[in-house]
């Protein structure tokens, strides 16, 4: 059976890819990230997503496979690419084809008023 956990910027599969289509597989998980490009990213900053979805799947390592272990894992997945946004380590593809700040208000420096505020 497919066990699968989809959101707007993270997507896991029990299953491969082969010859560009999804083949059940419930030893192999594929992710796929950002299938919206609603992000601008970088190879490093992908291998930081890829490297924290290997250690959530170690971490996991010995239970099934089930909905809800997928579930934690794509949430923990949705959560660190939260903070890269918020540290600023990707952006907002403000070119993609739907862009819509599903992770909040995107940051614009405003040279007038930057260094006269402390927060």
Do not use: C
Not at 15 to 21: F, L, Q, R, T, Y
Not at 63 to 83: A, K, M, P, V
């Amino acid at each position: 059976m497919l066990v699968k956990y989809t959101t707007r910027h993270i997507r896991i599969f029990t299953a491969e890819i082969k010859e560009n289509e999804l083949v059940e597989n419930d030893k192999i998980l594929t992710l796929d990230i950002d299938p919206d490009n609603e992000f601008v990213w970088n190879e490093d900053i992908l291998e930081k997503v890829y490297r924290r979805f290997d250690e959530l799947i170690e971490s996991s390592s010995g239970e099934d496979l089930t909905d809800y272990n997928l579930n934690y894992i794509g949430s923990s997945l949705e959560d660190f690419i939260r903070d890269l946004l918020q540290k600023g380590e990707i952006s907002y593809n403000l070119e993609g084809r739907s862009p819509n700040y599903s992770m909040g208000l995107p940051r614009v420096k405003n040279l007038e008023t930057e260094g006269k505020y402390h927060l």
